[in-house]
């Protein structure tokens, strides 16, 4: 099989790719990556089918833009990829691969006809575009979970090797090749790789999509939507996780139930989005009077809770009062003026055996109320 027709069977593929992402991007239409896929995959297919009508249009056409073309598509879906991942390539990697795409097919074109270097580029440009791709795929993959990154990553290796034993090959073996239409073992056998490389990506990054959707669905499942806190589900599993994995003789560790006092005031003489906007200014202070190591949400209504851990210079109980004291000392401001917010907590001490979740909450429910009873703003730590 002659290298034109190898490259025109690579056409439905992309022209499918093409389809594919433009339907994805649809969908996604939120998310950055899916339309840079999109536009690097069309770029690519143009540039192959200008490469395989080069010997009817001018050299302008035929070589020098359907070479920019199919080596730039790659540079075009490695910044949907690193947009995808939160982030951008650095202009100087960018500007770099595209100088060489822009200025060395035209050089090997018109300067100094040679089209074993024209390949030699193209390859060199594909497969840094590539390796760097790496770097995002494992951001992806911590944030969204592996799927799609795994066949990615898979794919680019197979490609890198394929592509660099394809480059190397032909500069060493046929320096003189007069043309990439020509006939050639190795052109075919790289040609034969992307046509597999090309599929795989277009299924692997509409699974990065795919992996990207349920990610945000099961934050979404585990999120309060007013206050961006875990809610009570994931507070659960957490706290779970944290029976399951302390090993004995960890530090002292309690869960703490905290109460908005007299917020049924605060909505039925303010209103229910004033209501709402303490409940977001609590969620915050709550946040950031917490350790890194300790984890606060929200059970509903207006009680929140945590699971804190004692320090070397500070009790559970005297952690708990300094969260306690911290939303009293950050009055919540309404209409110009501050009004005073403060909660009630109720603490129960984990340590030994394995307690129940319920069992605790329970405990828990019954300091708050002591707290309550006892003039509110305050701590309550529950008997043993």
């Not at 290796?157 to 239409?181: A, D, K, R, W």
């Not at 917020?263 to 915050?284: E, M, R, S, W």
């Not at 939303?327 to 129940?356: H, K, M, N, W, Y």
Request: hydrophobic share 50%; aromatic share 6%.
């Amino acid at each position: 099989m002659d290298t034109k027709t190898l490259i025109l069977g690579l056409v439905p593929v992309i022209l499918a790719g093409v389809f594919i992402h433009a339907a994805n991007a649809a969908i996604q239409r939120n998310s950055n990556g899916p339309r840079w896929w999109l536009a690097g995959t069309a770029a690519h297919g143009i540039g192959l089918g200008l490469i395989t009508l080069r010997d009817v249009l001018p050299d302008v056409l035929g070589i020098v833009l359907g070479d920019i073309l199919a080596a730039g598509g790659f540079l075009i879906m490695l910044e949907g990829v690193a947009r995808f991942a939160g982030k951008r390539v650095p202009k100087w990697q960018l500007v770099g691969m595209a100088a060489i795409v822009v200025l060395g097919f035209p050089a090997f074109t018109w300067v100094i006809d040679n089209a074993a270097v024209r390949f030699g580029i193209f390859g060199s440009v594909v497969i840094a575009s590539n390796l760097l791709m790496l770097g995002y795929l494992s951001i992806i993959g911590r944030r969204d979970g592996q799927p799609g990154v795994r066949l990615l990553r898979y794919t680019i290796y197979y490609f890198v090797g394929s592509l660099t034993v394809t480059c190397g090959g032909v500069l060493l073996l046929t320096p003189e090749m007069p043309s990439i239409l020509a006939p050639s073992q190795l052109v075919a056998m790289g040609l034969l790789s992307l046509l597999v490389v090309e599929t795989n990506l277009v299924f692997g990054f509409v699974l990065l999509s795919a992996s990207r959707s349920a990610s945000v669905l099961r934050r979404a499942a585990l999120t309060d939507h007013l206050t961006g806190l875990p809610n009570r589900r994931a507070f659960e599993a957490l706290v779970n996780d944290h029976f399951e994995m302390a090993p004995s003789g960890e530090q002292q560790a309690a869960l703490v139930v905290f109460d908005i006092d007299h917020f049924k005031q605060v909505n039925d003489g303010h209103g229910h989005d004033v209501g709402d906007a303490v409940l977001q200014h609590v969620a915050t202070v709550l946040q950031a009077a917490i350790r890194d190591t300790d984890h606060v949400a929200r059970l509903g209504g207006e009680e929140f809770v945590a699971l804190i851990h004692a320090r070397p210079e500070a009790s559970v109980h005297d952690i708990a009062d300094r969260i306690r004291q911290a939303v009293a000392d950050r009055p919540f401001v309404l209409d110009g003026r501050e009004v005073s917010v403060t909660i009630s907590a109720g603490l129960v001490e984990v340590s030994g055996g394995q307690p129940t979740l319920a069992s605790l909450f329970k405990r828990a429910d019954q300091a708050l109320y002591k707290a309550k009873d006892a003039g509110r703003n305050q701590v309550v730590t529950a008997a043993a």
